[in-house]
Each structure stands twice: as structure tokens, then as C-alpha cells.
């Protein structure tokens, strides 16, 4: 039992460089979310998805694509990155069904460089 | 409006001590939960402790309590008899009721326990 893995690990791109990250769980979640964490501001959301084939924006969605073809994975990508793209970036998923109290799992994170 | 506010960046604790870690939040919900987070050096993030807001008693998990002060709307973490290892970050994050998709982070709080 894996939980929440997410790969690549690092990544340094160059201005303009597309690329997706990958985020799959073994938990048969229903939820899944993507967040970036930059130094002073927390977890800030980028895109969820409360099941397979639905998506939805968070709170910083602009730059960044989502999908969720299969209930697993939770793919995000970047079409033209940009330096303000830098930061580490985080999966989570949970069980979802609206309960107050589900824990979300988190992934190892992928530290993205944007030159 | 900032829903959850960290207002201290980094505290330090000697070892075998208590510290609280301070967490406001901001809702027009009855109904929400509290949680708290772990981030150590290498990353990952850890669920430590959760707290629903018509919990009659405070959260505890082990060393980890919630000091739930519902009419002040703050949620402190209590950390008792501090260990090396719990140097980290920590996050405190709410769920709405009427938003349970979500999950909103504070900035954070830099720990740092010495010998």
C-alpha cells in the first residue's frame, strides 16, 4: 500500500516548457487535490477533483491544467512554464463523501525549478 | 479575508517542554473542522490531530492536544513534552460545511526544539 505517490521528484524546466506531473493513489479515493507551497504562504490550492472525469478550480487554478481520467491518478500540468511557476507541489487525496472530518494523505511532494 | 491566520513564524521550545502553536480562523459556519498538520524537514506532510467544531472535548492524540476555544475561534496546538523530532512546520486547515471539498492552510509555524 503505496498511498499517495507523486512523480517526477524534481524537475527544472526552462521558461516556456510544458510538462505534467503525476499524482496516483491507492486508496480508491474519491477526492484528490493539487496544491503548491511556496515559502511564507502555505498550501495554496490549485485544481481538485471530486471523482473520476470531474475537475474543478481552487484558489490559484491560472497557468495550470487537470485531469482525472481514471479515479487513481490526478495529472497536472503546465503548458508554458514560468518562473512564478517555481515552487514544491503537492497531491492529496482523501475518501471524500463530504465528511467534515476526512483526513486528506499527502504525497512526497515535487520541487519544480523554473529557469 | 484570511480564514486561518499563524500569526507566529517560527517558535522555539528546549526539549522535554510544552509550546502551544497559535491558530485563528475565520468562518460563518456552525459546522467546520480543524486540523492540524506536520510538515518535517523531509517534506511530507503528517496529520496529526483533528477537532470538530460541536466536539465537546478537546482533541487528543498522544502528546498532541487542541485547545479549543470555540467563542475566540482559535484552535491551539499543544505540544507536551517536545522532542527533538518534532522540529517541523506545522499547519492548521479547516472544512466548512458548506465547502467540504476544501481544505483551507494557514501559513504556518516553524518549529524548532532544542537540547
Known amino acids: 500500500n503505496a498511498g499517495v505517490t507523486q512523480t517526477p521528484k524534481f524537475r527544472v524546466l526552462k521558461t516556456g516548457q510544458s510538462m505534467t506531473l503525476l499524482c496516483a493513489q491507492d486508496?480508491?479515493?474519491?477526492?484528490m487535490y493539487w496544491y503548491r507551497q511556496d515559502p511564507g504562504m502555505g498550501l495554496r490550492l490549485i485544481h481538485y477533483s471530486v471523482g473520476e472525469g470531474t475537475t474543478a478550480k481552487g484558489e490559484v487554478p491560472d497557468g495550470y491544467n487537470v485531469s482525472r481520467l481514471k479515479k487513481q491518478n490526478f495529472l497536472l500540468g503546465l503548458e508554458s512554464a514560468a518562473p512564478s511557476q517555481t515552487s514544491v507541489y503537492f497531491c492529496a487525496s482523501e475518501a471524500g463523501v463530504g465528511g467534515l472530518n476526512n483526513e486528506q494523505f499527502f504525497g512526497p511532494g515535487t520541487r519544480l525549478t523554473v529557469l | 479575508a484570511q480564514k486561518i491566520t499563524q500569526t507566529q513564524p517560527g517558535m522555539f521550545v528546549q526539549e522535554k517542554e510544552a509550546v502551544t502553536l497559535d491558530c485563528t480562523y475565520d468562518t460563518s459556519d456552525q459546522s467546520y473542522g480543524l486540523f492540524w498538520y506536520k510538515q518535517p524537514s523531509s517534506g511530507e506532510m503528517i496529520f496529526l490531530i483533528y477537532?470538530?467544531?460541536?466536539?465537546?472535548q478537546n482533541a487528543t492524540e498522544g502528546r498532541y492536544s487542541l485547545n479549543f476555544q470555540k467563542a475566540r475561534k482559535s484552535a491551539n496546538l499543544v505540544i507536551s513534552a517536545s522532542q527533538l523530532g518534532d522540529s517541523a512546520m506545522y499547519f492548521c486547515a479547516m472544512r466548512e460545511l458548506y465547502n467540504t471539498d476544501k481544505l483551507i492552510f494557514g501559513t504556518g509555524t516553524r518549529l524548532q526544539v532544542f537540547p
Open positions: 486508496m480508491n479515493h474519491e477526492y
Open positions: 477537532q470538530g467544531s460541536y466536539d465537546e
